[in-house]
């Protein structure tokens, strides 16, 4: 053991004495510096102005005047998403998936670019995120510093001395493992810095450890991959060849293959498509202002029955409110199963591509960072759901207001003259009924047991490599 | 002799890449002897000091170090043996005493600063140069680092090939009598060269090496060097056929 920390101090020392290295560990500090703060410029300006619209949207929707409540269901109200604190590290689906949405009666609409997003894009280079820095670059600088690690001293001649000396193949290659470990670690800081920078705005221990010990996995694979191919190969040139063919394959190639297949094997319907699909199945159900004969007679008899009376005048609600209420149930039923098989659908395409994390560290490591990031498929769909959640609930809580507060003989008789139209116009007061919408994350248990997989994943591309490494590294020869 | 026998070859064969490079040969050296192995160039000479270390693997014939078959223990065997190999394996990137600090530490060797500044001054490597990156050494001034690390591990059997190779005159002299004073404190030299004169000024024994093959064997009468003259015909002429 000591004999492998001699060796990896001595890797150091060899490192900082190399103007190579040290220039180009300056450069990707640099660049990872550049780009963490262009990315938390870049999320910060837009969660600020998100945040300010909301509460914009929110005081707009407040500040309507008395109304007829089911001219509010469709005057509707603007969603936006907010980033959660680690989307500044791993933006993730985030700046593919729209943050905002209107929310509005018998429609679940998209979520869309809100437009002001594009004011803080910084010429297209917004995908380059920290994440991506320490996915795609970090390997390729490991590689660059760890691949001549044997072959330079096999080159120098000193590999035949060392050996001599009854020094180990094995602790030979454990000393360079330990000091290329010890540099990820420091490779690691900045990931530490805006992972702690986190926490004050509320995201847990849990996931912030988690995070790094993922990357820190991820880079160790890296790591071990590189000492094994210069470990078993004897020539600088077919090194760098094959550890070069191994990033590209690792980090772009396989990468995008899986993307690829997955559309193949679980396509998702187009949009266009699936939409058509939804209004003309939905719209047999309801428009989301009537209900079909047979359901408001059902709908007639039991409200009879409740209030012991015979006609729709005589009930103590409004029965188009309620009328309004069932339908608004009907529709966003059958308007859910669309939703949830499109989601559905989304999320089998997905769990095709993780599957290539088996093929691809890259891609296990994008998985699991994105979940703890809580910037996955899984929390766009999450924004889907408590966005429909809180439409719902406004939507009905108008039709509510409409059935108990609106008499059915005002309602009905609304276009006779201005003065009844008057008469059909409710409080404003009614109108805070609408929730605040802040998007809230799942909890840092749930998302480290959606990072499970990709996990595992890194931890068997870690146990398969180190195997080898140890194989190879007992029979190095000068 | 039996007990004291350090090094033996017994019909050692090696093949490299599918060819034969030694067609078993045997000899042996006892402690506090000095044996040269003499032949010229791809005669087989550095493969027979690589095969004593175990980096070789005999495909035929045996090799042992203090009568233990080097390959059934290589790390005791590896500890018992100085190395100095023939071209430059030290790190450019250090100075004198930082090599010696680095190979020394990763043999469990103490550092010994006044060991190491003695051992420097006897083979003469100038003091002003001692703290310079061995990248700005010339070729000798780094073969005199090599052969100070050899000797800083103070192991029973040195291993030296081509030793003299880059050293001017004087430096080869003095590491002639290092030798010689070496061997007379007990240690066994085994020592790879093409220098026919040096070979017969410190050697005890001498082993002419060509093609792979022993070919012939000289022994110093007692008190007396091997017949510089003997030698060099015989090198020569077997060279010629
Ligand atoms: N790495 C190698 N792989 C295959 N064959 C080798 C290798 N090194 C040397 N040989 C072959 O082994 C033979 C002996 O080489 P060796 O290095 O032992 O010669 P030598 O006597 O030390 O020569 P020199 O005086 O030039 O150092 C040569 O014919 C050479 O072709
Ligand atoms: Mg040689």
Wanted: glycine share 6%.
């Amino acid at each position: 053991m000591n004999t492998a920390l001699i060796i990896a101090s001595e890797e150091w020392r060899y490192w900082l004495r190399s103007s190579l290295a040290i220039s180009v560990v300056a450069l990707f500090t640099i660049i990872l510096i550049a780009v963490s703060l262009l990315t938390s410029l870049r999320i910060s300006e837009e969660d600020t102005e998100r945040s300010h619209h909301q509460s914009e949207a929110e005081q707009s929707f407040l500040s309507q005047p008395d109304r007829h409540p089911h001219r509010m269901v469709h005057y509707g109200h603007y969603i936006l998403r907010t980033s959660p604190p680690l989307a500044l590290f791993d933006p993730g689906l985030d700046s593919v998936t729209g943050q905002s949405m209107f929310l509005e009666g018998h429609r679940q609409n998209s979520a869309t670019f809100s437009s002001l997003g594009a004011s803080a894009d910084l010429g297209g280079l917004s995908w380059l995120t920290p994440a991506m820095i320490y996915q795609v670059f970090a390997p390729l600088l490991i590689v660059l510093l760890g691949h001549s690690a044997i072959v330079r001293e096999r080159e120098a001649k000193s590999l035949a001395p060392l050996l001599a000396q009854g020094v180990s193949g094995f602790q030979i290659v454990a000393g360079k493992t330990a000091a290329l470990l010890l540099f990820v670690l420091f490779l690691l800081i900045p990931l530490l810095v805006s992972a702690a920078l986190s926490l004050p705005k509320g995201e847990d221990i849990l996931t912030v450890v988690s995070l790094l010990i993922v990357y820190f996995l991820y880079l160790s694979v890296w790591v071990i991959l590189t000492l094994s191919v210069t470990t078993m190969l004897q020539k600088r040139p077919a090194i760098i060849a094959v550890l070069a063919a191994l990033w590209l394959t690792l980090t772009l190639v396989l990468p995008s293959i899986a993307v690829n297949v997955a559309s193949r094997l679980a396509p998702v319907s187009g949009k266009i498509e699936t939409e058509l699909a939804m209004l003309t199945e939905v719209r047999n159900v309801s428009d989301g202002h009537n209900v079909n004969e047979s359901d408001l007679e059902q709908l007639r008899s039991s409200l009879f029955e409740e209030y012991g009376v015979n006609r729709v005048e005589d009930l103590d609600v409004n029965i188009r409110g309620i009328v309004s209420q069932r339908a608004e149930e009907k529709l966003t039923e059958s308007m859910n199963i669309f939703a949830d098989r499109r989601m559905e659908g989304e999320v089998r395409q997905a769990k095709v591509v993780m599957k290539h994390g088996w093929a691809s560290p890259m891609l296990a490591i994008a998985f699991a960072s994105r979940a703890l990031s809580a910037t996955d498929l899984e929390h766009y769909h999450h924004f889907l759901r408590q966005a429909e959640t809180l439409r719902y609930d406004f939507v009905q809580g108008l039709n509510e207001v409409h059935s108990e507060q609106l008499s059915y003989a005002d309602d009905i008789n609304r276009n006779l003259s201005e003065a009844s139209y008057n008469r059909t116009r409710i409080d404003a007061e009614n109108w805070g009924l609408l929730d605040e919408f802040r998007f809230e994350t799942t909890t840092s248990t749930k998302r480290l047991k959606s990072a499970g997989l990709p996990i595992m994943m890194l931890i068997t591309w870690m146990i398969g490599l180190f195997a080898i490494l140890v194989w190879a590294s007992t029979r190095l020869k000068p | 002799m039996g007990n004291s026998e350090k090094l033996r070859a017994d019909q050692l064969q090696i093949i490299r890449s599918g060819k034969e490079v030694l067609s078993g040969i045997s000899f042996c050296v006892d402690s506090g002897e000095v044996y040269a192995l003499l032949g010229g160039n791809g005669a087989g000479k550095s493969t027979t000091l690589l095969s004593f270390l175990g980096f070789l693997p005999p495909s035929g014939g045996s090799i042992y170090i203090k009568g233990v078959e080097v390959r059934s223990n290589i790390k005791a065997a590896r500890r018992a043996i100085a190395y100095l190999p023939e071209s430059a394996s030290l790190y450019e990137h250090l100075d004198a005493y930082e090599n010696l600090r680095y190979f020394l530490q990763l043999a469990e060797m103490p550092f010994d600063k006044h060991r190491i500044e003695a051992t420097l001054d006897r083979v003469l490597l100038a003091s002003d140069s001692r703290t310079q990156r061995l990248q700005n050494y010339s070729k000798g001034m780094r073969q005199k680092v090599a052969i100070a690390l050899a000797i800083l591990r103070d192991t029973e059997i040195l291993l030296l090939d081509e030793p003299t190779s880059g050293l001017d005159p004087s430096a080869i002299d003095e590491f002639h009598n290092l030798v010689r004073d070496l061997a007379d404190s007990g240690k066994t030299v085994l020592m790879v060269t093409h220098d026919v004169y040096g070979a017969c000024q410190v050697a005890d024994r001498l082993g002419l090496l060509r093609a792979g093959k022993l070919v012939g064997e000289f022994t110093a009468p007692a008190g007396q060097r091997i017949e510089t003259e003997a030698v060099h015909r015989a090198f020569s002429s077997r060279h010629a056929k």
